[in-house]
T-cell receptor
């Protein structure tokens, strides 16, 4: 069975400061991991994915995440927050091939990012 | 705009009533998925179609839920005898081929059961 824990339900940063959204996973094998963003009244949008290639993954809008097997973590970072980054962020774990078994895919509970001017 | 359309955006119903939601995927996408997202939680998988065939359902899906995709294009999700616990955002997603990263999500239908 797989599971994913997002360690913070809410993160607040000032514009121009770094962003860190934390995600830990549990899996019986080396999984595929994803980060999605959900803006109000918009569909979920893929930020980045990890599928056993490079452990540092770069995504859209300046976001990146590092896969650390020893820590079972996949934290999302951005060097400098922008007002438009305010949204809900979800960490997702699925099977290693990404051709996933839907019943084994798990979303985290989400982290709401607030960006202060 | 992701191109996946869901209708209605909001639905308020009384407990015990039946409701139906519609999803129009991106036109060339052969796969269609339904998810449910409750307040403070991430989406959870409900069911999945490849073309018109329903290939997988959540192990936790109640038999009050049924979904169809009759011509391999749009899909409907029906909930019979709604309960207050059914209140949630119902999300639809579509993709061309396999791979979670290929999913495009709609903005969802918010269901409130009174």
């Amino acid at each position: 069975a797989q599971s994913v824990t997002q360690l913070d339900s809410h993160v607040s940063v000032s514009e121009g400061t770094p962003v860190l959204l934390r995600c830990n996973y549990s899996s019986s094998y080396s999984p595929s991991l994803f980060w999605y963003v959900q803006h109000p009244n918009k569909g979920l949008q893929l930020l980045l994915k990890y599928t056993s290639a490079a452990t540092l993954v770069k995504g859209i809008n300046g976001f990146e995440a590092e896969f650390k097997k020893s820590e079972t973590s996949f934290h999302l970072t951005k060097p400098s927050a922008h007002m438009s980054d305010a949204a809900e962020y979800f960490c997702v774990v699925s099977d290693p091939l990404g051709e996933y078994n839907n019943n084994d895919m798990r979303f985290g509970a989400g982290t709401r990012l607030t960006v202060k001017p | 705009d992701t191109g996946v359309s869901q209708d209605p955006r909001h639905k308020i119903t009384k407990r015990g009533q039946n409701v139906t939601f519609r999803c129009d995927p991106i036109s060339e996408h052969n796969r269609l998925y339904w998810y449910r997202q409750t307040l403070g939680q991430g989406p959870e998988f409900l069911t999945y179609f490849q073309n018109e065939a329903q290939l997988e359902k959540s192990r936790l899906l109640s038999d009050r839920f049924s979904a169809e995709r009759p011509k391999g294009s749009f899909s409907t999700l029906e909930i019979q005898r709604t309960e207050q616990g059914d209140s949630a955002m119902y999300l639809c997603a579509s993709s061309l081929g396999a791979g979670f990263e290929k999913l495009f999500f709609g903005s969802g239908t918010q269901l409130s059961v009174l």
